[in-house]
Structure formats: C-alpha cells, structure tokens
C-alpha cells in the first residue's frame, strides 16, 4: 500500500508549481488560509478537526490526508479524530466510510494508531 505521507508529500510539488503559477491569487489565498485557522472562538485544533470532516465529506483525498496530519500536529488525539471522523461519516454515510482507512493509515505513520 503507498504510503499517504508519501502521497501527500508528493502531491506537495505540483501543487506548488501551480502556486508559482498565480502568485498573486495564491499569496492572497494563503494568506487567508492562514488566518482562518488561528485560534479564535474555536481552536486551531477544532478547526482542523472540522477541515478534516470537511475533507472526508468533499471527498478530497489530499485534504483527508492533510487534515489528518494537520490535526495531529495541532495536538488532536487519536480519539478526537476518530469522533471527527465519525460525525463525517453520519453525514456522508458509506462514501465517507469508504474513505476512513486513510485516516487510519496516516495516524499509523504518524505512530498515533
């Protein structure tokens, strides 16, 4: 099985080279990616943990791996993932499902599973 943080790495590049190609738009996007996630009413934390849901329910595959990695790194556990996961997974029923071994796999190469 490929490695989802060494997809999401991989991925990283072509991204960027698309960012170099709109620098302007893509600053300014960055710009407020940045912002929306600092702690406000809601904590950096929560808010990637709702991404993260967010991302399962759109069926981004880079954005359940990022997410999941972000989240981590924002401090969540393994549980408040899985609950973030699982509200996903109310909402979007078996798509969603489908979709939550990525998350189980990133928290294994991260060593939280």
Known sequence: MESQLGYYNE????????DQGLPKAMSA???F??????DG????KTKRLIALALGLQSG????????TKDA???GATKDEVLEAVSVAVVMG???????????????????KW
């Open 93 to 111: 029923g078996t798509t969603v499902s489908a979709e939550t071994w990525r998350v189980v796999e990133v928290l294994k190469e991260m060593g």
């Open 72 to 74: 981590v790194e924002a």
């Open 33 to 38: 990616r940045k912002e929306v996630y600092r």
């Open 41 to 44: 009413a809601l904590s950096h």
């Open 29 to 31: 996007y960055s710009s």
């Open 11 to 18: 991925t990283a590049k072509s991204r960027d080279e698309f």
């Open 60 to 67: 981004c595959i880079r954005c359940t791996i990022g997410q």
